[in-house]
């Protein structure tokens, strides 16, 4: 299956496991992402989210470094 993560909606309660890995995106379209493949979870299942660390902002090394996907917004 090939999808937009940003506009996909899995069945709920549909997998014992849900990986999202290092998706960068802006707070306000990354929060329904996350809450549906939360709701996608089956009873007894687990979620796992992978990212990185704001500071790798600043501090880090390598990859893109774009502020506006992992600074939440300030108003």
Known sequence: MLA???DH???PGAF???LVAYLQLP???LSPVLERAA???A???SILVVGHDRTNLIEG???RRIPT???PPTD
């Open 39 to 41: 709701e996608a979870v």
């Open 16 to 18: 014992d496991l849900v």
């Open 43 to 45: 009873p007894g299942g």
């Open 27 to 29: 707070t306000a379209v």
């Open 61 to 63: 090394s390598a990859g």
């Open 69 to 71: 996907c992992c600074t």
């Open 4 to 6: 937009d993560v940003t």
């Open 9 to 11: 909606r899995p069945d």
